[in-house]
């Protein structure tokens, strides 16, 4: 067994005592309306504004953490209710009501007041904690977001803010900000307020939103880094422990230890729970997976003829130079026109992207067209990206995947004959689909109308339903909840720092203590289901991950079965094929990708 960390924290022991000797707390009764209405109230209660500390919204009542005694409950119902009588029911909330309060939302109006130097300032009475960026630019940037969610799931969320003198007066721009908040951001102060449309205060204002559509933010922070520094001076380790704390990771147990420092006397310490965990790994190298995988690909290019054809008619160079390139990956290719591909023809088409089709309604966007021959299709927008090999591998990759469903079997994936048992579904739609194999290599893929469990499949939440040998049948979700790096992480790297020496997360024997959460598949059990993680591959983990690695469940649709241990490693060899997500394990069982571009074939 091995312990990971996961994004969910504690439930914390509540202190009501110290929480009613120091501070009063009032609940508010409206609906999501009156909700609107009372919290345009409390920001503006004039020269009781700042008694209120902080506020937030959960069951149809607004909670308000107030200074002691600053208001009577006559006296804020009144100031509430202003134009409304029947507005505001307001009540104050003894030691008592406190005790049978949720933890969260006692929580999370403490949590609303978290601060520290690596934070923007108080951002009215409903905090949002943002971190301080490290680049600013005064045009757009990205600012990282504490979220706490009622599961006690935290999370970073990047956003990004433009400034408002960079949106024009045009139609488009208009629409996308006529009910956009406007913040005024002072870096030097580190605050942020939102103001009111079309005031003239001094200072730099922004939208909460990309100048163009899509737009993702400028400067993202990562979700975990460790560096390949090769000084081994103290200078470096401290580098290294500044850059950790600016990745997501990082800034979320900063916001944890800000916590318990400032709040302690109402709270136990908060931390992020850990999981003890069984493993599944790879029984080969990352270099000999790809290899393996290449290798494949290469053997499918030659038993097969592949076309290469230019939808876009306009672009020879290109195609030549593709041609070439898929050459030097010893894979054959040969020119075309797609009036000369038969049914089942195997072929890449270069196409524009779906914005260019947009824009230029006279043409036919390809993707959406059916065709008799078998096409996966690659962009000419992509050729930004110079066409890297991973690229091209990945095309030949998808066009097999293709070519699969056209044949109704699996070409380079093999799988054994107590996997092929399981059946699959998946909703997409409103309309359900469903594999099953007939041996270990033919597989069918049905769309269904009579299933009894189709409304169950329905919930959006479920990415994928499994039918067992015995006609049980279990549910595959995504949680909120992602893992992290193991907080030992961050007290070796300050214990480094201060003593002059250097800690790497990416050595081998140091990948079990520090980020054992971060790669390979780990598992575990409760008395009901069954949750799993599928990682990175160990030593192809990136210099930089984005972002932690999602818990899934799999969970019983009725009371009865349950799925054994042998069930659940044969379930997890699905999740092993390199050949759906190229280079990589798959979060899901692989027949989700085939259901899905059944799905998509069948809707063109």
């Known amino acids: 067994m091995v312990e990971i960390t996961l994004s969910k924290l504690n439930k ?13 707390v009032f ?21 009781k504004s700042d008694s209120v500390y902080t506020a937030m919204y959960s069951d149809k009542k607004l909670y308000l953490l107030c200074e002691k005694d600053a208001f009577k409950v006559t006296e804020l119902q009144n100031l509430l ?25 006692l929580l999370k109006l403490f949590f609303n007041m978290v601060s520290g130097t690596r934070l923007f ?54 629409t ?53 520094a090769k000084d081994k001076l103290g200078r470096i380790g401290k580098n290294r422990l500044n850059a950790y704390l600016n990745t997501k990771s990082g800034k979320m147990f900063y916001i944890i230890d800000q916590f318990n420092q400032q709040f302690s006397k109402y709270f136990s310490n908060l931390f992020f729970i850990t999981q003890d965990v069984d493993r599944r790994k790879l029984d080969m190298t990352a270099q000999a997976y790809v290899k393996d995988l290449k290798f494949k690909l290469v053997e499918f290019s030659q038993k097969h003829e592949i076309y290469l054809i230019d939808e876009t008619e306009e672009h020879v160079a290109l195609i030549n130079y593709l041609k070439d390139k898929f050459k030097s990956l010893k894979i054959e290719v040969t020119l075309a026109d797609k009036d000369d591909l038969a049914e089942g023809d195997l072929a890449i088409s270069l196409i524009h992207d779906k914005e260019f089709y947009n824009k ?11 065709s008799l ?47 092929r048992q399981f059946k699959y579904y998946a909703m997409f739609d409103e309309n359900a689909y469903e594999m099953r194999f007939s041996d270990t290599s033919h597989f069918e893929i049905n769309k269904v109308t009579s299933f009894d469990k189709i409304s169950i499949l329905d919930d959006p939440k479920i990415e994928l339903m499994i039918e067992d040998s015995r006609g049980n049948y279990y549910k595959i979700f995504r949680l909120d909840t992602v893992t992290l790096p193991n907080k030992v992480l961050m007290d070796d790297w300050k214990e480094a720092a201060d003593n002059g020496e250097l800690v ?15 790669f390979d598949i780990s598992y575990w059990k409760d008395s009901k289901d069954f949750y799993y993680i599928v990682g990175g591959i160990p030593d192809a983990l990136q210099q930089s991950v984005a972002r932690g690695f999602h818990v899934r469940k799999i969970e019983k649709v009725e009371k009865q079965g349950t799925l054994n241990n042998e069930e659940i490693f044969d379930l997890i060899e699905m999740m092993m094929v390199p050949t759906i997500k190229y280079a990589n394990m798959t979060v899901l069982p692989f027949p989700k990708k085939y259901l899905t571009e059944a799905f998509l074939a069948d809707r063109k």
């Open 81 to 105: 209710q202003e134009k409304d009588e029947n507005l505001a029911r307001v009540d104050k909330l003894d030691k008592f009501r406190l005790d049978g309060l949720s933890e969260y939302i």
């Open 360 to 370: 230029n309604k006279d043409k036919v966007d390809p993707h959406q067209e059916k």
């Open 12 to 24: 914390p022991k509540v202190n009501s005592n110290a929480i009613t000797e120091d501070f009063d």
């Open 27 to 47: 609940s508010v009764v409206c609906d999501e309306y009156e909700y609107c209405v009372s919290y345009a109230r409390i920001t503006d209660l004039g020269e």
């Open 176 to 228: 996308r900000i006529a009910k956009k908040a406007i913040y005024q951001i002072d870096f030097i102060n580190n605050t942020m307020k939102n103001v009111l449309k079309g005031n003239q205060e001094d200072g730099e204002q922004y939208y909460n939103l990309p100048r163009f559509k899509g737009a993702k933010p400028k400067f993202p922070s990562k979700f975990f880094a460790d560096k390949n």
């Open 121 to 174: 300032k108080k951002i009215g009475k409903y905090n949002r904690i943002f971190f301080v960026p490290t680049t600013r630019n005064r045009k757009a940037f990205a600012l990282d977001e504490v979220k706490l969610n009622q599961n006690f799931n935290m999370w970073i969320s990047s956003t990004t803010f433009t400034n408002k003198k960079m949106f024009t007066s045009d139609k488009e721009d208009q």
């Open 373 to 419: 021959a078998i096409i996966q299709h690659i962009t000419v927008e992509d050729a930004e990206n110079s066409f890297p090999d991973a690229t091209l591998y990945n095309l030949i990759n998808q066009l097999i995947i293709k070519y699969d469903l056209n044949k109704g079997e699996l070409t380079i994936i093999s799988i054994s004959e107590k996997i």
């Open 504 to 518: 790497t997360a990416r050595k081998t024997a140091n990948r079990i203590k520090y980020i054992s959460g971060l």
